[in-house]
């Protein structure tokens, strides 16, 4: 089994701060998805990536294999950044989940 | 990208009844669905995943025969809450992946409520 630790649990930022959130995994994967869920439950997949760093927008992802472990990064953040950021991995068909960081972007 | 809905984005229903939600690939074969639920302030839960034409895979935990999920062809899943009961209230989402970048796109979900 994989455990997917996440933290921050719950980050406030002012507008225009750089943010950074991390997640680690247990065992080796092959992905590893960083996920976006707004107040109203809508999900979007961020990004997937089994290695190096993956840049869309202000938003930037980067994954450490050896020391299995991947941050997701927000340039310039804005109010409608605010949402939880979840990082998933997996092995095969098997998906394992962070608990989320809920983000708070205050103008 | 590619879009994924679910119907109904919202459900009531009476303790004992089933309920049908559905999931579609709107724009491209979705060879893999996924199945998740979420309780409130919880994260996200993989109840099963099904592959187009063959019999679905449930986690570890979740009962297959009270939820039943169908998947019959490349852009059409389904789950049914059988036997529906106050603590299956939740909110379900449906995923989809197919093609070479294997990207999940998820639906909006499914909020499920049993009086």
């Known amino acids: 089994k994989n455990e997917v630790e996440q933290s921050p649990q719950n980050l406030t930022a002012q507008e225009g701060e750089f943010i950074t959130i991390n997640c680690s995994y247990s065992v080796g994967i092959s992905a590893l998805h960083w996920l976006q869920q707004h107040p109203g439950g809508g999900i979007v997949s961020l990004f997937m990536l089994s290695s190096g760093k993956k840049k869309h927008g202000r938003l930037i992802a980067t994954i450490n294999i050896q020391e299995k472990h991947s941050s997701l990064h927000i340039t310039a953040s804005h109010p409608r950044d605010s949402a939880v950021y979840i990082c998933?991995?997996?092995?095969?068909?098997?998906?394992?989940f962070g608990t989320g960081t809920s983000l708070t972007v205050i103008p | 990208g590619a879009v994924v809905s679910q119907h109904p984005s919202w459900v009531i229903c009476k303790s004992g009844t089933s309920v049908k939600i559905e999931c579609r690939s709107l724009?491209?074969?979705?060879?893999?669905m996924f199945w998740y639920r979420q309780f409130p302030k919880q994260s996200l839960m993989l109840m099963a995943t099904?592959?187009?034409?063959?019999?679905?895979?449930?986690e570890q935990g979740v009962e297959k025969d009270k939820f039943l999920i169908n998947h019959a062809s490349l852009t059409l899943s389904t789950l049914t809450v059988t036997s529906a009961h106050p603590e299956d209230s939740s909110f379900y989402i449906c995923?989809?992946?197919?093609?070479?970048?294997?990207?999940?796109?998820f639906g909006p979900g499914t909020r499920l409520t049993v009086l």
């Open positions: 995923s989809a992946s197919g093609g070479a970048t294997d990207t999940q796109y």
């Open positions: 099904s592959n187009e034409g063959s019999k679905a895979t449930y």
């Open positions: 724009d491209f074969q979705a060879t893999t």
């Open positions: 998933s991995s997996r092995i095969g068909n098997q998906f394992y």
